[in-house]
């Protein structure tokens, strides 16, 4: 349906993944099952979805998809404040990435309501 690779939001979803592991190394190694664990699996859902998505046979099925990358970047800003409360993530890191998270939200509701016209 689409090349993935092509796609804006995608791109932006694999520089969150990126910036996610650079901050997940840090964790404290008790958190390797916990926290660090939920956090990557969240930022590799994003771009994945809209990855799958991409490959499916009709609109609604790619729809379908970002809204589930969709979830996944609002589950990884709940992880990310969580992580900033336990202070593995200083808050001007917790900024920067809010920002990113923010436009990756933006981007997958605008494409979705795209596809739902």
């Not at 926290?35 to 991409?54: D, F, H, K, M, Y």
Request: net charge neutral; aromatic share 8%.
């Amino acid at each position: 349906m689409h090349n993935f690779r092509e796609l804006k939001v995608w791109q932006a979803g694999i520089q969150i993944c990126k910036s996610i592991y650079q901050v997940a190394h840090i964790f404290p190694a008790t958190e390797r099952y916990g926290l660090t664990s939920q956090i990557t699996r969240s930022a590799v859902s994003i771009p994945s979805n809209i990855a799958e998505g991409c490959g499916r046979k009709s609109g609604k099925e790619f729809q379908h998809f970002l809204s589930i990358a969709l979830g996944s970047a609002y589950e990884l800003e709940t992880q990310i404040i969580i992580a900033n409360e336990l202070s593995y993530i200083p808050d001007e890191q917790l900024k920067q990435l809010t920002i990113q998270i923010t436009e990756i939200q933006k981007m997958l509701s605008g494409l979705r309501n795209t596809l739902s016209t």
